[in-house]
């Protein structure tokens, strides 16, 4: 048979070199998948913060439009409440000025209107007094 000896694998250095190499590139596989985690988990929480943002972005845009839609339709029933307002006040004032009327009060035109007539007229009257000659006649 052959002349070496059978060794036992704890004697045998090959077998504690391989064994050493085996070691070594599962501590270096080891510390590779560590690195590959640490940089993949960078750019997942990158990716993360950036559909984080577009997210915001279009829940912002879709906020944004609702509160349009109200103001829009906010102003509208302010607008027509407004119409409403206007026209109740010119029925109240058209019924008052009627009822006014009814007892035989003035309005304030017809008031004013009488006073321009007065004043014309005590101007044509001191015009008369005024004329030299007509406490002669007298």
Do not use: C, H
Not at 11 to 16: G, H, N, S
Not at 42 to 61: A, C, I, S
Not at 83 to 108: C, H, K, N, Y
């Amino acid at each position: 048979m052959s002349d070496e000896k059978p060794t036992k694998p704890e004697t045998d250095p090959q077998l504690a070199d391989k064994i050493k190499d085996s070691a070594r590139q599962i501590w270096l596989a080891g510390l590779g998948a560590y690195t590959k985690a640490e940089e993949d988990t960078g750019r997942f929480f990158d990716r993360l913060v950036q559909e984080g943002e577009q997210l915001e972005n279009k829940t912002r845009g879709v906020v944004e439009k609702q509160i349009k839609s109200v103001e829009d339709r906010v102003e509208g029933v302010r607008e027509r409440a407004t119409g409403t307002w206007d026209r109740l006040e010119t029925m109240f004032d058209q019924r008052v000025s009627g009822a006014l009327r009814r007892l035989g009060i003035p309005r304030r035109d017809e008031i004013e209107a009488l006073q321009r007539r007065i004043e014309l007229l005590e101007g044509e009257l001191n015009r008369i007094r005024q004329r030299p000659g007509d406490d002669e006649e007298e």
